[in-house]
């Protein structure tokens, strides 16, 4: 399971060093305003998709993608976001 998320951090590393032409994960790291967008549109395709029993899997995994690809096109680490829950810990 970790692995999955760690694998999504590398790839948006790797793709910032070493962009892909025409690679989806590049256009959200480049463009802040479309990944903005994506983070906002997929939590509201979640939100209806838990409200109506449907889909609601695959909307939370694009919540996740598009979240982790706009926290790194804005240089904050899920590192230091894990170490923020971590003190948050009672």
Request: net charge negative.
């Amino acid at each position: 399971m970790l692995n999955t998320l760690e694998n999504l951090i590398k790839l948006a590393r790797e793709r910032k060093k070493k962009p892909i032409e025409g690679s989806y994960t590049n256009k959200l790291l480049l463009d802040k305003s479309l990944s903005k967008a994506k983070v906002l549109e997929e939590i509201d395709e979640l939100i209806e998709a838990i409200e109506e029993d449907t889909n609601k899997i695959h909307e939370a995994a694009d919540v996740f993608y598009h979240l982790l690809m706009y926290l790194e096109a804005n240089e904050v680490k899920i590192e230091d976001v894990m170490s923020e829950l971590e003190k948050r810990k009672k």
